[in-house]
């Protein structure tokens, strides 16, 4: 058993955890904020996507040894009132059995704070010449759906999702 | 997964005293840690090196830029001096995983990520080579649509899925590594070994050597370069076959030209004859499908990847249409 500390949603929080411990099972099953989903466990649907230190990662494939002395945001965050990117959701009916929402939320609010720093994606090359320099003018469909592109769902709410992020940006 | 000793690193000899002693590094995690829960691979122990301080993005003396090892995948696709002066690098970045991973991965874990070839990722497959040397290879007689055109051996027909590899070995970047027996550099092409008779090493890297970053030359290619990743999805799927294209035009004429595949080697794929066949004419379909040629002549295909003959070639004009309108 391994000693860490970590701040998770605003809380210092002094933890014993197995080194081969991943950060989605320490939140879930220490720490028993099971808001994070176990989608896949290999990295490939975004269910378990948290914020570490500010950007957006996947809490299956972090080990949590290796965060040591982080700060950790989840969807159950610092309180419940919603913001304004869950509002969007819940306005534009972004999710059905629910089970991806957490990780949706995780990113779409990280596509925000991306694009307001002037992030790129792939999707930015098929602009402009200026909008690699510069970061795209807007967030297009196209910008949203390819950096929403690690949060599969499979009840295949996307177009919703698409809404509630581009509603959410504006 | 078998557990292991776990340490951090303070600084990179103290890190390559621990891997000297057996231990594996352990940066971002998003390939090593998914392994480990596979069974593919099994660390007695890991030295994470996350807290070195490998991360920077500087210019050069000599006009290039040079990339920490540590330095995430995000961190590098974004970097003004990256989108500025080395699109091609930003675009091939971006276009790999997404950007959660991209979050995590770093430049030096990406250039060492292992194959995707469903063998050997899976360990119930007893016959791969490269995780269990003279096992075999089921991928030759088994599926191997997505596995290699050149470079191939007897023994091993997996590619390395890096999409940075492509955009690194056409902008013609280093790869510096530090180890017990001190500093070197080697280019990318140097970097990554086809799989011969010994499938299980992927690169040159000698025991305990730790990548501390890469380096780029300054490039010419800036205003006319492209990325062009061919795959089964939109997104979020490894190259069937990928292009890394740059020209340099002066007065219409093409003075300089840079083109890698991906997607069909255990290594960036590059051929000299191709690139001279550019060099001193017209940006024209005519010279792309003749470069195009050239690049793949020597192409073998496996029983269920003969498509990739045609698109290899189909994209390698597509891209270099790209990058000759681009800016």
């Known amino acids: 058993m391994n000693a860490l500390h970590l701040t998770v949603n605003g809380t210092p929080q002094a933890l014993c ?11 879930r099953e220490q720490l028993g904020l099971t808001g994070t989903k ?14 570490v230190d500010g950007e957006r990662v996947l809490s299956c494939l972090t080990l949590a040894a290796s965060i040591d002395g982080s700060a950790v945001e989840t969807i159950e965050g610092a309180g419940t009132a919603l913001d304004p990117v869950q509002c969007a959701f819940v306005r534009h009916d972004g999710f059905q059995c629910g089970y991806c929402t957490s990780g949706q939320i995780a990113s779409a609010r990280a596509v925000l704070r991306e694009f307001a720093r002037g992030d790129l994606s792939a999707a930015s090359f098929d602009g402009c010449r200026h909008a690699v320099a510069d970061g795209p003018e807007q967030l297009s469909d196209e910008e949203i ?11 295949g709410a996307y177009a919703n999702i698409v809404s509630a992020i581009k509603d959410a940006a504006s | 997964m078998k557990t292991f000793a776990f340490e951090h690193a303070d600084t990179v000899d103290g890190a390559v005293r621990s891997a000297a002693a057996g231990a594996r590094y352990y940066a971002g995690g998003t390939n090593l840690l998914d392994l480990m829960k596979l069974g593919v691979e099994s660390p007695a122990a890991l030295v994470d090196i996350g807290r070195l301080d490998l991360r920077a993005i500087t210019l050069t003396d000599g006009g290039g830029v040079s990339v920490g090892a540590g330095a995430t995948n995000s961190a590098v696709a974004n970097h003004p001096l990256i989108r500025r002066h080395y699109p091609m690098l930003s675009q091939a970045i971006l276009s790999g995983a997404t950007t959660q991973i991209r979050n995590m991965a770093t430049v030096g874990g990406n250039l060492l990520q292992r194959t995707r070839c469903p063998y050997f990722m899976d360990p119930t497959f007893t016959h791969c080579n ?3 040397p003279g096992s075999g290879c089921a991928a030759r007689q088994g599926f191997n649509r997505e596995h290699a055109l050149f470079g191939a051996s ?8 890096s999409d940075m590899a492509v955009a690194l070995s056409a902008l013609d970047a280093r790869v510096h590594v ?3 027996d001190g500093s070197r550099s080697v280019s990318v092409d140097e970097f990554f070994v086809l799989p011969g008779q010994s499938p299980e090493r992927d690169n040159t890297l000698r025991a305990a050597e730790l990548i501390t970053g890469i380096t780029l030359p300054p490039s010419t290619l800036a205003e006319h370069s492209w990325y062009l990743k061919v795959r089964d999805r939109h997104s979020y799927a490894f190259a069937l076959v990928s292009v890394a294209a740059g020209v340099e035009l002066v007065d219409g004429e093409i003075v300089t030209a840079a083109l890698s595949l991906g997607g069909v080697a255990a290594k960036p794929w590059r051929v000299a004859a191709a690139e001279a066949s550019l060099v001193g004419g017209p940006p024209t379909d005519a010279a792309f499908r003749t470069a195009a040629e050239v690049l793949t002549a020597g192409a073998v295909p496996l029983p269920q990847n003969g498509f990739k003959v045609d698109l290899a ?3 390698v004009v597509r891209a270099l249409r790209s990058a000759s309108s681009s800016g």
Do not use: F, I, Y
């Open chain 2, 130 to 132: 490269k995780r269990d």
């Open chain 1, 38 to 51: 176990k989608g896949c466990d290999h990295g490939l649907c975004g269910a378990c996507t948290v914020t």
């Open chain 1, 145 to 155: 759906r390819e950096r929403m592109a690690g949060n599969l769902c499979r009840c």
């Open chain 2, 178 to 180: 530090h180890g017990p």
């Open chain 2, 313 to 315: 070639r189909n994209s």
């Open chain 1, 17 to 27: 955890a197995d080194v081969r411990s991943t950060l989605l099972d320490l939140l």
């Open chain 2, 154 to 161: 007897a023994g091993c027909v997996a590619v390395h899925p």
